[in-house]
């Protein structure tokens, strides 16, 4: 199984200021054939269901705002909001979904 | 508009059987994979399984299976999560989610319902 770890745990941002968060995982989840990263990026805020931000590595889902990125490939990636607001205190998942069981990180919680 | 609507919370004594339901609306249930995800109370997300519409091709991570059965019925667009036999250690809210795009298995979850909590207590 691929085990996915999230750096920090948690982390307080200024209103404004730039959020970064890392996710590794175990075994690389690029698929060279179609030169693909197999990772997203969710957030949860509390009483709500997860909400898909990024699909492979980088793409943005449809309404969601630029200030939320992707970067990253093979085995590190990062989620960056440029710009924190108060509406982004959440927690924040990646996942990997290059071979079943599709696997979560442990979650960053972002707070102001 | 594509959403899927779980069934509403259960209260539960240990030994009893469950059994949890996710009906999709707005698209074709049968060309999309639905899965369940568990939320144990304050911890992350744990991918329990996914089954596949159309035929019932169902795949579960090794840490469930055995543990939950996983099924659906496309003449109602309707997954299921049932339990024989439940445990405290399965309180937790279950999610239901649908993958992003028609067909592909190796994909992630864009649509989910509103979770369903399951509280197993004597």
């Known amino acids: 199984d691929i085990v996915m770890t999230q750096s920090p745990d948690s982390l307080a941002v200024s209103l404004g200021e730039r959020a970064t968060i890392n996710c590794r995982s175990s075994?690389?989840?690029?698929?060279?054939?179609?030169?693909?990263?197999?990772l997203a990026w969710f957030q949860q805020k509390p009483g709500q269901p997860p909400k898909l931000l990024i699909h492979?590595?980088?793409t943005r889902e449809s309404g969601v705002p630029d200030r939320f990125s992707g970067s990253g490939s093979g085995t590190d990636f990062t989620l960056t909001i440029s710009s924190l607001q108060a509406e982004d205190v959440a927690v924040y998942y990646c996942q990997q979904y290059y071979s079943i069981p599709y696997s979560f990180g442990p979650g960053t919680k972002v707070d102001i | 508009e594509v959403q899927l609507v779980q069934s509403g919370a259960e209260v539960n004594k240990p030994g009893e059987s469950l059994e949890i339901s996710c009906k999709g609306s707005g698209y074709n249930f049968s060309t999309y994979w639905i899965g369940w995800v568990r939320q144990m109370p304050g911890k992350g997300l744990e991918w329990m399984g996914i089954i596949y519409g159309g035929d019932s091709d169902t795949r579960y991570s090794p840490s469930f299976q055995g543990q939950v059965t996983i099924s659906a019925d496309k003449s109602i667009s309707t997954a299921y999560l049932r339990w024989s036999s439940l445990k405290a250690s399965d309180t937790a809210i279950y999610y239901c989610?649908?993958?992003?795009?028609?067909?592909?298995?190796?994909?992630?979850?864009?649509?989910w319902g509103q979770g369903t909590l399951v509280t197993v207590s004597s």
């Open positions: 989610a649908r993958h992003s795009l028609a067909t592909v298995t190796a994909d992630t979850f864009a649509i």
């Open positions: 492979w590595a980088s």
């Open positions: 075994q690389s989840v690029l698929y060279n054939a179609n030169s693909k990263n197999y």
